[in-house]
């Protein structure tokens, strides 16, 4: 069974031209098969968590009652994202499974919003954020190798608590950036091969060997988000990472759930000047009362 399907150019020669369509359901069953096996580890396999450092009673007094995550500007970015992408993944591959409607518009400008919004994060993030709290560090590494000797049996000391972001979402958002790039870049030359707002249609750009490669990673990139988004919906949903989604809701999460799963030291939260003046009325009554 061949990935990819294959014609033959004017000059005889043996080209490219996209990749196979089963391929979309082999994206859609893995994404499936990959749910289920987690879903059944965690409700019969999985042992409670620990973690080896606790906060202090005085470090957990400064923490705010809602501990700010996301900005606004960051969950624009998202849901902006998320709607540019689910009508990308829906117009290229609804057709190939049987509902015809006439897709290319649609398609060229979700992805031009997709480009778009993915350029302005790169900027928001590198000079407005901590650009590298969402990259794996060595206390991960070290942690995940912990966790890993601690799954087979062995011993191993307990992992610290995260920081903003547990390695999952890290690793996960290293495979968005190569599915979500690769569709990005190879999605702009295509549009050359069609009429837009934005430059002359020019199909003779490229040879038809690079035109039909571009295509095929056009399309890996495509059928991968496809199994990248159930698992990112999965997760989203799940009982124990319901906070971290109304975080990208609502821009925060409780002071309960910051203490169990992060650790104060690797993700400094900063307390709010009424919250820093409340405390400080607090405690200077009960050194007058004392």
């Not at 995550?69 to 689910?86: C, K, N, Y």
């Not at 591959?93 to 992805?111: E, R």
């Not at 039909?212 to 890996?220: E, F, K, P, R």
């Not at 990139?221 to 159930?230: D, E, K, N, R, T």
């Amino acid at each position: 069974m061949d990935f990819l399907e294959w014609a033959t150019s004017p000059w005889g020669q043996n080209v490219p031209i996209h990749i196979a369509w089963f391929l979309i359901w082999v994206a859609a069953i893995a994404g499936l098969l990959f749910l289920m096996v987690h879903a059944t580890y965690i409700r019969y396999f999985a042992k409670t968590r620990e973690f080896a450092n606790i906060d202090s009673p005085a470090v957990a007094a400064r923490i705010p009652e809602r501990v700010p995550r996301h900005s606004l500007t960051a969950r624009l970015f998202h849901w902006i994202m998320a709607a540019s992408m689910f009508t990308l993944l829906f117009t290229a591959f609804l057709p190939k499974v049987g509902v015809q409607f006439d897709w290319v518009t649609y398609h060229w400008i979700a992805g031009s919003v997709l480009a778009v919004s993915i350029l302005f994060h790169i900027i928001h993030a590198s000079f407005f954020m901590d650009f590298w709290s969402i990259w794996p560090d060595t206390i991960d590494l070290r942690d995940a190798w912990r966790r890993t000797l601690r799954f087979v049996g062995r011993s191993a000391p307990p992992p610290d608590r995260f920081a903003k972001y547990p390695l999952e979402n890290k690793l996960y958002h290293g495979a968005i950036i190569a599915a979500g790039l690769s569709s990005i870049a190879t999605g702009v030359f295509m549009m050359f091969r069609v009429r837009t707002i934005f430059f002359p249609r020019n199909p003779y750009l490229f040879g038809d060997m690079t035109w039909g490669m571009m295509y095929v990673l056009h399309g890996l990139a495509g059928v991968g988000l496809i199994a990248l988004i159930m698992v990112h919906i999965y997760f989203g949903l799940r009982p124990e990472k319901r906070a971290i989604t109304k975080s990208m809701i609502f821009g925060w999460m409780s002071r309960d759930f910051y203490l169990k799963e992060h650790d104060p030291a690797r993700w400094p939260v900063e307390a709010p000047a009424s919250h820093s003046r409340s405390q400080a009325a607090s405690t200077e009554g009960l050194t007058d009362a004392g």
